[in-house]
């Protein structure tokens, strides 16, 4: 749009006189808390849906086990923190790249359970298989976290919608994870770094790409909220 | 760095409670903010591009007014706005000044906008015709068939019942009498009064 020097006083002047009073948005911290209020217990009905794994008590006994997951919990509390600071124009860009010390933390995690694994078991312990379970189910267990985050990032979506697209789409697939640690059995520690993270990122630079048609509202005239 | 006017986040508050007068004076008052911070910003663009993403950054800020916390100062939420979407305005200038020429850089005096190159033909199209007209009978008519009509001499012989050479003596005549007429005695190669009155025979 383009408009001569000399008409930003009348554009002052109709945007103006269409103003009407607009409901003011909560801060970045309290739409987290409502995004967890939503998403942790529609994760957890997905990880009860699918049966909690037989050997989830053992593991819970392990301090790797709780890292990992905790890690994983982390990056999707982060990365959607992210995302609601990435839609406002007055927060800074390094709340953007929040989500990347405890994703890196999941990664480093992972990473010692492979060098673990090559160590004791050497590089049979590194036989591929395929796992096609984990690209669906951690699309179903972040299913309703990335909606949520459609419709709050929906209401909010001002400035840079595809940093805030990214983030969103990790948050939804890293809690996905955390959630499908509850309900499936990996066979190796390998197997969880390609097809589980292999998975979140493929989801989240998915939701980067095509995220912005769905949270960008259609340009409204002045004068409407 | 300067403290803020109080003013700008109370009138802020109540521009989003849809008080229309504040939000005028808003908008006033950080209007020269937006430019002299879009001019420090790019300091490169002309006046029309300055001026187009400084109005991008009104749009944005009244679509996005809803985002704004009272809790933070208004100047970085304003400029934060400038920052992406006078951003997206000034790129989109600057793609639009590589492939396309702005119509002023033109000079007016241009032949290639014009339909009509020789604009003053129809007034010599007018002298002419009353140059004609002053002519004498003879030579009006010799001149009227041969040149205007484009007849041969027969066919205006023919026409007129003037003899082919009378045709000839007249028509020479009065053209003669056209060129002093519309060019003046020296560029007409004599200094002869007025049209020659002979009339052929």
Redesign the interface.
Known sequence: ?????G???R???E???A???????P?PAVRLGYWLAVSLPAAAAVAFAFGLRPDLAARLGESGFWIAGAAAMLTAVAAAYAAFCA?????PDWKLWLPLAPLALWLGTLGRQCLLVLSTAGAGGFALTTDFMCLPAIALGGFVPAAALVVLLR??A???ATNACLCGGLAAAALGAAALRLYHREDAAIMVLIWQLGSVALLSVLAAAVGRTLVERP??R?GT? | MTAEDPRLREWMVA???????R??QL??AV?PILRRAARARWPQAD??AI??A???T???L????????????FV??LL??M???GGD?MRR?RRAGARETPIDTIPETTGALMTNTTPDAGLEAASLRAAIARLPSGQRRAIELTKLAELSLEEASATSGMTVAALKVATHRGLRALRRMMLGPEMAGGAVKGPDHHDAP
């Open positions: 749009m383009m408009h001569p020097e008409q930003t006083e554009l002052i002047a945007l103006a006189g103003l009407v009073p607009v409901r003011r948005l801060p839609a406002l124009p007055d927060q209401r909010s001002g400035v840079r340009a409204r002045p909220a | 521009a989003q409670q849809g008080d229309r007068l939000y005028g908008l006033t209007l006046g029309a001026e187009d400084v109005q991008e009104l749009l944005a009244h679509a996005a007014r809803r985002l704004y916390d009272p809790a933070r100062p970085p939420f934060g706005i920052r992406f979407r305005a200038y």
